[in-house]
C-alpha cells in the first residue's frame, strides 16, 4: 500500500510517541500546531513569537501554550532561556518575506505605516524586517510596539532635542527589554509608560543631591538612577550615601556610591530614618550597661595590684 502522505522531501520534524499520545489523548488542534511549528524551529523560539507565523491573535495561542504546559510538553515559563538579544538571533526575513507580509497582512501594513509617519520617514526594508522581528519572532501585538516607537521617539527627542529620531536598532533593542519584562498588552505598556514618565520627573531631585545640577543625566547614570528608585531610596537617602562617598573617596564614585545602596538594599534600610538607625560603621559596640564598664575596671586592678604583691 503506497499510503496517503504525499512526501515532500523535507521530513525533518519528528514527533516522539509521548508526545503524539498525549496531544491525540487531549484532542486540541491548536495545542498540536503549536507544538509542530516549536518543533520546526528546534524549540529555540517563544511560543507566544509564533503569532505571526500562524495567524493567530494573542489569546489563541497563549491557550495552546497553556495546554502544552499542562501536557508537560514545554518547559514551565519561569525555567525558559531568557529571549536572545536582536543581535544574537532574529530571523532573516528577505525582501520577499517582508513584501509577503506586508501584502498578507493587514495589521502588520497598517503598523508600518503608522510608525512612517510617527518617524516622519519612509521605512527601509531592513527597517521593516526589524519591525516584522518585532511583531513576527518576539512577539508583540501591533498596539503595543506603536506604543514603544513613540516612547523611543521622545526619549531620544529629549535626550537630543527637537527632530532626532531614533533608529529602528535603537527600537528593536528598546522592544526586546519590554518583552524581557513581561509588557505585552496594552495595557502593561500603559501601566509602564505612566510608571516611566513618573521617574523622568523625580530625576532632578537625584541630580541636585548629588551636586550635579540642573542637567541631564547620562543614559549610564539614568541607569543608577533607576536602579536606585527601584530599589526604594528617595532623594534624600541618596544624599546620605552620597555624603558617605565623598567622605570616603573625596569625590562622586558611582560604583561605591551604588555599592551602599545596594548594601542598605538587602539589610531593608530604606527611609533616612531606617538608615541612620540601622546602618552604624562596622566595629562600632553596643552600648555598656550602667556601670558595667565601672566594675570591669575596678576588677581590672585589682587583679593587677595582686600580679604585683600589692
Excluded at 496517503?4 to 523535507?10: A, E, N, P, S, V
Excluded at 500562524?54 to 489569546?59: G, N, S, Y
Excluded at 509602564?192 to 548629588?210: F, T
Aim: with cysteine.
Amino acid at each position: 500500500m503506497a499510503g496517503c502522505l504525499i512526501r515532500t522531501g523535507d521530513e525533518s520534524v519528528t514527533l516522539s510517541g509521548t508526545a503524539v499520545r498525549a496531544l491525540l489523548a487531549r484532542g486540541d488542534g491548536d495545542a498540536a500546531l503549536l507544538y509542530v511549528a516549536l518543533l520546526r524551529h528546534n524549540g529555540t523560539v517563544m511560543p507566544r513569537s509564533l503569532a505571526g507565523e500562524l495567524r493567530w491573535e494573542r489569546p489563541r495561542i497563549e491557550t495552546a501554550e497553556s495546554v502544552l504546559r499542562e501536557l508537560g510538553l514545554i518547559a514551565p515559563e519561569e525555567k525558559q532561556e531568557p529571549l536572545p538579544l536582536p543581535a544574537e538571533e532574529r530571523p532573516a526575513y528577505t525582501p520577499g518575506d517582508v513584501a509577503d507580509r506586508l501584502e498578507e497582512n493587514g495589521e502588520f501594513r497598517k503598523l508600518t505605516d503608522e510608525v512612517e509617519r510617527k518617524l516622519g520617514k519612509r521605512l527601509s526594508t531592513p527597517d521593516v524586517s526589524a519591525l516584522l522581528g518585532l511583531y513576527d519572532y518576539v512577539g508583540l501585538p501591533a498596539d503595543v510596539i506603536y506604543l514603544l516607537v513613540c516612547h523611543c521617539a521622545e526619549r531620544i527627542q529629549r535626550r537630543f532635542g527637537e527632530g532626532r529620531r531614533p533608529t529602528m536598532r535603537q527600537i528593536e533593542k528598546e522592544g526586546y527589554a519590554w518583552a524581557r519584562m513581561g509588557i505585552d498588552s496594552q495595557t502593561e505598556a500603559v501601566a509602564y509608560l505612566k510608571k516611566y514618565a513618573a521617574r523622568q520627573g523625580s530625576l532632578p531631585a537625584y541630580m541636585r543631591v548629588l551636586q550635579l545640577g540642573d542637567r541631564a543625566p547620562s543614559p549610564s547614570e539614568e541607569k543608577y538612577l533607576a536602579a536606585w528608585q527601584e530599589m526604594g531610596f528617595s532623594p534624600e537617602a541618596v544624599a546620605l550615601a552620597y555624603d558617605k562617598t565623598v567622605l570616603k573617596c573625596h569625590e562622586l564614585r558611582w560604583a561605591y556610591l551604588n555599592g551602599i545602596l545596594k548594601r542598605w538594599d538587602e539589610a531593608g534600610l530604606h527611609t533616612e530614618e531606617e538608615i541612620r538607625q540601622g546602618d552604624r560603621p562596622a566595629g562600632r559596640k553596643t552600648p555598656a550597661e550602667p556601670g558595667r564598664d565601672e566594675a570591669w575596671m575596678r576588677q581590672y586592678a585589682s587583679n593587677l595590684r595582686k600580679e604585683r604583691g600589692e
